[in-house]
């Protein structure tokens, strides 16, 4: 009975607070669904409200099945600490685009996996084509680090770069003049990543 | 004529002594009546597997002598939320009955129970000689209870077991308290918090806790045997605890919180060679060579180090600093460390002495793999999701990895282990090759999943399970399973004694099985499971050799419950349902919760609104 209040509780919640202007690329019901299930039993994050931007989303089976109390079994200690240290939200803007998302980093694996992310967002402001062409690429994606020191993505490795990265910025190549932005190594590859 | 054999009751008593496990106890109490006798008056040590099994008075009667006592209180399944809040496991009773029977009580152990700050006052005035206080996993107390322990107890081996919600927590003043009384501690102190499920600090406590309780232990102090600090969220003071160690040469066990940073780490444990188990705080800061080196020397100079844990946010160019101690590690939880398998097998493979591993599903089957070809030793494995809650897999992790670890690891003997798909196949090669299987939790995160290959229930699988490992003790199902199963489990799960079963089985006929076919069964727990009222009363008889049965979302009826409570009156069958009273219903309506256990206490007198105890018919005054 506790399980199902909650579920109707947060539901409305979720309704209510949500800042949607729906996109013309729009997102599918599916996605939401599967938000409101894993809130159930996640540890609710302060600010959360863009819990769509898993790139892989698209391709995720849904079920609506209904998740159960006590299931997995997990005592609440390992659930919070385990959940909990999932979760990297860093803010992403895009020069040209109104709105900043945020983009949960721990649940990528590397650079390539975070390409999807950006094409995921971004895919209506012109991103794919920007990035299907590596060495003319019209954006560049740089990174705020803990000293407050803008950087080139893709330089250390994808660990580093997670505890690093404090937000992110898709620059038009354009407003980086003078600056040699070849891409080289890893970042040659987050590009061919996203233009598969 | 009659042989009488007799010793004087000292040389029994002393012979006796060397007994410690408690069956073996029984045994001896049950040989003949003057054995009985000397048994009970020289028994130090009682352990309670349900507290309300038996009363506080009927064991203080028949073991007068107690100076250690343990107790349990709600079911296992209240660590997974099934329990409402408010059920039971109220201690109250017995600290004030053992206030006056056991003035020289020294050790009180309590498992899910609940206990009151009036509570550990009274044992903190009563016992004089009180040594050791474990809490784990309860509830009910705040800190003005702790520090009454810990301004009153006078002696030293004092532990702490810390797992659940504390409210009002101060644990600065605690501390202060405690330390404050350190130089009355005569002998070594201990010091534990562990695992703490909610620390519930509001934003202005957490600043106001600076940590420098630590300061307190006077410099006189050199006792501390053990600090665990783990699941404290506020920073500690670096170089009190510094100073504290680097006096204390008895300290063998110290486990950090997350605050404590990286770069500090070497400095601590310069100070305490000696350690036998150390749990990290955060394991990243920036990739620098002159603190890498720092910390693989101060690594190096613990040459007693077997146990690791702790690897808060794990930078893996840190990884190899512990790399000159891998060879002597014999326990090693990663449970809580975000590695990836890559880093996850350099590590593993330089620890042959390994018995013990806890880790996250980041290891992978690659990783696995690896664990079985170094590991030669490994006793006890257990594996937790990363990502419990998603739909996807988020790792390489299969039924592979565990196959992998059963072929290599011939002295594995528990088994822990959560993943996303199983077979038959696999689980009948695990079987065969690790006949000394004694624990085996299996969770297939999501419920009734199929044989992945086959499409088929994973019955066979399991079936093996318990054909071929004839010592298992426990077992935990998951996956889609029939009545078949539990046909298995009953035929052959001869010493099993603690079975958990989810989401399985199809009529009551699983249910009997088990039920007639399992004697050693002591506790079973079953939740969303179509057992009905049939095999629950053509199996009363066994539910009194049972410690306890937890069955809840299954299909017992509530008219089953009371005949169950009338006919058996050593057992207390326990309806528990938050939709109301159960005759505001039809009889034929299942029950939510039913909690059924064997009682010489009769029916408890704590429960709260949402409980009925099924009555028997001597209450009922019909025999």
């Known amino acids: 009975m506790l399980l199902l209040m909650e579920k109707q509780g947060l539901g409305l ?59 997995p079994p997990l005592c609440s200690y390992r659930k919070k600490n385990t959940v909990s240290q999932t979760k990297k939200y860093v803010k992403v803007s895009m020069d040209g685009a109104p709105f900043l998302r945020k983009i949960d980093l721990a649940m990528h694996k590397g650079y390539s996996d975070l390409a999807l992310s950006f094409e995921n967002f971004f895919s209506c402001y012109g991103i794919r084509e920007a990035l299907k062409d590596a060495d003319n690429a019209e954006h560049v994606p740089i990174y705020e680090d803990k000293d407050g020191d803008w950087m080139l993505v893709g330089d250390v490795p994808w660990e580093m770069f997670i505890e690093s990265c404090k937000r992110l910025r898709i620059m038009k190549r354009s407003d980086a003049k003078g600056f040699d932005l070849q891409p080289k190594g890893s970042l040659k590859g987050f590009i061919e990543g996203v233009t598969k | ?109 309590l498992k899910r129970m609940v206990i009151t700050d009036e509570s550990l006052e009274l044992i903190a005035k009563s016992f004089k000689n009180f040594k050791v206080l474990v809490l784990t996993s309860c509830e009910g107390f705040t800190t003005d209870g702790l520090a009454a322990i810990a ?22 003043f605690v501390f202060e308290l405690v330390l404050n009384k350190g130089h009355k501690f005569e002998s070594k102190l201990c010091l534990c918090l562990v695992n703490l499920r909610e620390l519930d600090l509001q934003e202005s ?3 106001d806790l600076s940590g420098h309780w630590l300061s307190h232990f006077p410099d006189s102090y050199t006792s501390l045997v053990s600090l665990n600090i783990s ?77 690791l844990s702790g690897f808060w946010d794990v930078l893996p160019s840190y ?43 980041y290891i992978e089957d690659a990783g696995l793999y690896a664990l079985a070809a170094s590991c030669k030793d490994l006793r006890e494995l257990r594996v937790f999701p990363s990502d419990p809650f998603g739909l996807e897999p988020n790792v390489a992790l299969t039924e592979q990895g565990l196959v992998s670890v059963s072929e290599g690891c011939p002295k594995l003997q528990s088994v822990l282990y959560f993943c996303r798909q199983m077979s038959n196949a696999a689980l009948n090669t695990i079987a065969r090759n690790r006949p000394n299987l004694t624990r ?45 199963v539990f046909e298995y489990i009953g035929t052959y799960g001869k010493k099993l004694e603690m079975l958990s079963v989810a989401f399985a089985g199809d009529s009551d006929l699983g249910l009997h ?77 299942p029950v939510e919760k039913l909690y059924i256990y064997r009682t010489i206490a009769g029916p408890r007198l704590d429960m709260p609104g949402f409980v009925w105890t099924m009555e028997d018919d001597s209450s009922l005054g019909l025999e």
């Not at chain 2, 006078?154 to 504390?166: P, Y």
């Not at chain 2, 670096?238 to 204390?248: A, H, I």
């Not at chain 2, 008895?250 to 350690?275: G, I, S």
């Not at chain 2, 939880?333 to 880790?359: E, F, G, T």
């Open chain 1, 13 to 71: 919640g979720l309704e209510i607070t949500e800042l949607r202007l729906g996109l013309p690329c729009g997102e599918p019901v599916e996605k939401k669904e599967k938000k409101e299930k894993k809130r159930v039993f996640s540890e609710i994050q302060a600010g959360d409200d863009d819990d769509d931007e898993n790139s892989s989303s698209e391709d995720r089976k849904v079920q609506t099945k209904n998740q159960v109390v006590g299931w």
């Open chain 2, 205 to 207: 406590e957490v600043e």
């Open chain 2, 513 to 589: 099985h088990v039920l007639s076919g399992c004697d050693n069964l002591r506790k079973l727990e079953i939740r969303d499971c179509p057992f009905g009222d049939k095999a629950l009363l053509a199996n009363a008889a066994k539910l009194e050799t049972m410690r306890s049965l937890w069955m809840s979302s299954c299909s017992v009826s509530y008219g089953a419950c009371k005949l169950l409570g009338q006919k058996m009156p050593r057992l207390n069958v326990e309806v528990i349902d938050e939709r109301g009273p159960p005759d505001s219903r039809p009889e034929s309506c």
């Open chain 2, 151 to 172: 301004a009153n107890c006078r002696f030293a081996s004092f532990i702490f077991l810390i797992s659940q919600v504390l409210n009002l927590l101060d644990f600065n």
């Open chain 2, 319 to 361: 990884l190899p600093a512990v790399y000159p101690i891998c060879s002597r590690l014999t326990s090693l939880n990663l449970s809580y460390a975000i590695v990836q398998s890559s880093d996850l097998i350099k590590l593993i493979s330089q620890c042959p002495s390994l018995l013990r591993l806890w880790v996250l599903d």
């Open chain 2, 440 to 484: 085996f939790r299996l969770c297939i995160i999501e419920p009734r999943t199929p044989d992945y290959i086959t499409l088929e229930p994973l019955d066979s699988g399991f079936g093996a399970i318990v054909e071929h490992c004839k010592d298992l003790q426990r077992l935990s199902l998951s996956g889609l399973l029939t009545d078949r």
């Open chain 2, 231 to 307: 699941c404290l969220g506020n920073e500690v003071s670096l170089s009190s605890l510094e100073r504290l160690l680097g006096r204390c040469p008895n300290l063998q066990t110290l486990r950090l919180n997350r605050a404590v940073p990286l770069d500090r780490l070497p400095n601590l444990l310069r100070r305490c060679p000696q350690l036998v188990e150390l749990g990290t705080g955060v394991y990243s800061t920036e990739m620098r060579p002159e603190v890498f080196s720092n910390l693989e020397a101060a690594f190096s100079g613990c040459k007693q180090l077997k146990s």
């Open chain 2, 1 to 109: 004529m009659a042989y009488t054999f007799s010793f004087p009751e000292e040389v029994l008593e002393h012979v006796f002594s060397f007994i410690e496990s408690e069956k073996d106890r029984n045994a001896i109490s049950l040989v003949c009546k003057s054995w009985y006798e000397i048994e009970r008056w020289c028994r130090r040590r009682v352990f309670v597997g349900n507290c309300y099994a038996v009363s506080p008075m009927m064991v203080i009667k028949r073991f007068p002598e107690v100076r250690s006592i343990a107790l349990k209180g709600k079911p296992h399944f209240a660590d997974f939320n099934l329990v409402p809040e408010g059920w039971g496991g109220y201690v109250c009773p017995w600290i004030a009955a053992m206030a006056c029977a056991f003035p020289w009580l020294e050790e009180i152990r």
